[in-house]
């Protein structure tokens, strides 16, 4: 009999087509990236750094990485002044040519992966690149996360219009691309990154008509806030957006003032505006960091769910960094980018070092506690919602759906014979579960990858299971990260002694004989597992 | 700590199979509990194609009759559709995919064989990376997570009881009888028992004195965003299995496993690998129309495997009131019948719609113990992990 060494059908033996190998990988070119970059290619190692942007106008209208909200002027379009113009608002990147660093623009990132207590086929790290043509494996002895921030989204009936759009895509459009469609807005929040982000659109020649406030006072620092005040912005504390109105796109928010109990009360008033700016919650972005299997957890001073850090800005997983927004959000890290930069410095100062054990600095006391402020405004906008309007914009999928953790409407499910399975029956002893709900409601399952509704999602969970949003695991993720074309896929090729093996299951002959034929006993060595096999 | 309500049949584990299996039992007026590690449906079971066309297996029959119907009798949604076509890319492909066709057809059920232009038209995805294929008037899919709850649901509806994030601990035996399974909340008195907890069957049946030999694997599959509907959702071959799902998506799966060390306690990780590459390559082979689709997700799932990859239903001669059961990688379709089979086995002592002595654990008598070594089961994470 002949044995083979290892199960031929399995990964073991089947090496995986790297296109480069590079000393470190850094992921986001912003403050932080840039400075890990830069630091690391003045330390003689060879340093890829990819930043995803500009992506194409047909991405940002998919809402990817950042909900847009077809808030993108016409000279969107245009890519290579869209590169420019990205290029020119960072001077760095200049310098990090010049470092000697190997920057590719528009490349994304869309899997990162590392050998852990269940998986062994990596030969180490390993990152999945792609451009607009083509997509590639690269191995890098270090990673360094800098994949910056995003926004929660928030619904209200009407968010789905064009217009309706996160504080970091608005930014983005308004002061890196000059690209920032509309010329009115309304702010939603007003924590400091809130007040920050208005003020910078104000900067870029846009109305900030109001603040827009569920809470009672204000959050963010009074200084910018009197500032926006000067400039002439209504300050509506204690209101929530009722509508987003308008045919074609939003061409007024409908406010409403809120009572003492938290619901809105009285009569609605209109605010003519083209665009309403969501800034009730700024988040990490954990895509890569959490589907890498880095360990993750809800960190109020860092802004919601980020990465679990040492003193020098390792993650759980060896030679896996992360720095800037992604390793945590707080306002004075917004309103001073040397501290993101000195994030990056402590990150290459301690590449190829062994983790000393040090705990990462205690970081500043939040504004306000975020589990309370981002459920009251969920609260206050979705479930007091005077209409029913998808939440899950991709599946549409309603706030009552989810918490009713109905059947998806395709599947036109009238005769159901028993209508109390609520949230509540999926309870048992533990808190309710963002995936399991997902996968039975399909919120959060469609082509924007979860990013305009998870938050919603974990908060409307939250509220329906009275816990803070601590309480609610985070809905994983998985690569790709960035949504990717069957016909991108064909430009890694298989091993060849992969395809010789390509089963569609285990490969095993014994497993498809039919029961008629089956022998008695099993033995190894009894066992034919001579030629082809096809599993069923 | 308030003592748990004993039950007349305790199930461990709460995938397909011991959710099946409890709502079988439920529906007969058993009194009836399943424990769960995590939440049900987690691992392996909540994770797979949806494929219901196991025309090798004794429960074949039970399978095809149970399936169309399962909405009716669970009272729940399956998403379950009927007939699979089968598409080859090459004359080898075409060969080995006509087992299924004898095989069913040996049981009575017909197929079709498609050339090219045939199956074209069945498929509207497909084109001419094809040399053509099988339409098998049987078997179909269902969306796997939806099945579960149904299960989960339906034995409520009849009076079962789950309980989720519970670790079993041991188990009191008397008199060659299990008494009680020992949890981290206090022990549970029961009349029966049934193990049917995927990879940790292995372990928990050694407990017992006759161990149900498992090996752990990690599969993968990828998803794509929704495309209009064919009129047939399942179709695979190439070397992949899946289905299009009812919203529209590609959901496929295919390729070499790894094998895997199974943690004791807790839910174990399931990362995916850039093997998704390799499945979204022959996906776009298999449907050359949807190659412009892209992937939205991917998951994996960590999946056991007895010696001969076949089911193990059986009960235990050390024990007699123990019912030992694992699908061996491929139970969510059978799941409708390994369910009946296993209530058959804890109320009436034998199977009663089908011969299932291929099941026996008794097959294993004389395997090697060192099999997973000759078979080439190496697990190589663990070693790659201190390593690194």
Redesign the interface.
Known sequence: MN??????????G?P?AIDETVDVLVIGGGAAGLEAAIGAAAQGLSVLLVDENPVSFRTMGDDVPLHFGQGMAANARNRTAMMEAFVASEPRIEEAFEAGVDVRLGAACW?L??????????PGL?A?LADEDR?L?VQAQHVILACGRRDMGLGFPGWEKPGVMGATAALTLATRYGAFGPRQVVVLGSSTEALTTALALRAAGVTIAAIVEQASETVGDVALLAGLREGGTEILTRHVVREAAGRDGVEAALLAKLDENGKPAGEERALACDGIVLAVGTTPVVDLID?A?CKVAFQPERGGYAPVLDASQRTSV?NVYAVGDCAGIWAAKTRDRTIAEAEAARAVAALGTAATGDQAASLPVPECDISDYRLAWVRASVVEARAEFHVCQC?EVTAREILEVR??R??D?QN???ND?SLA?LL???PP?PD?VK??T?AG???C?GRRCREQVAALLALGAARPLSAIPLAGY???TR????????H?P?APE?AA??????G?H??????WE????????T?DATG????? | MSEIKGASVIIVGGGVTGLSAGWWLARDGTDVLVLEKGMIGWEASGRNGGGCSHHHSPLFAEEQRLWPIMDELLGYPTEFQGERVRLASSEHQMALYGRALRNAERQGFQSEVLDVKQAKELVPLAGDTIVGGYHYRFGGHANPHRTLQGYAWAMQDHGGRILQHMTVTGFRTEGGRVTAVETDRGPIGCDSLVLAAGPQTGRLSAMLGQEVPVQSARCEMIVTEPLPLMPLGGVDGCGLYGRQTLRGNLAYGGGPHEWLAMAEEGTPAKPTTPLMLHMGKRLAELLPKAAHARIIRSWAGVIENTPDGRPVIDRLASQANVVVATLSSVGFGLSPASGHAIRDLVVDGSCSFADISSFALSRFAELEPNWRELQGWQVTAATETLSA
Not at chain 1, 532 to 536: H, I
Request: hydrophobic residues 40%; proline residues 11%.
């Open positions: 044995i083979p060494a290892s199960d031929p059908k399995s990964v073991t089947k995986l899997g992966y590392a050998n852990g207590p269940a998986l062994g086929w990596m390993v999945g997509s494996l589907a299997g060896a599946e059947p998806p395709y599947l499910w159901e014979r028993r399975r029956a048992g002893e533990g579960n399991q996968r039975l399909r399952m469609g082509s990858q998985r690569a790709p949504p990717l074309s069957l016909s991108m896929m064909a890694v298989e992969q093996h390509w089963d569609t299951w285990f095993m014994a497993q498809w004989v039919p029961f089956v022998p008695e006993r099993y033995t190894v060595a066992n082809p096999v096809a599993s069923e």
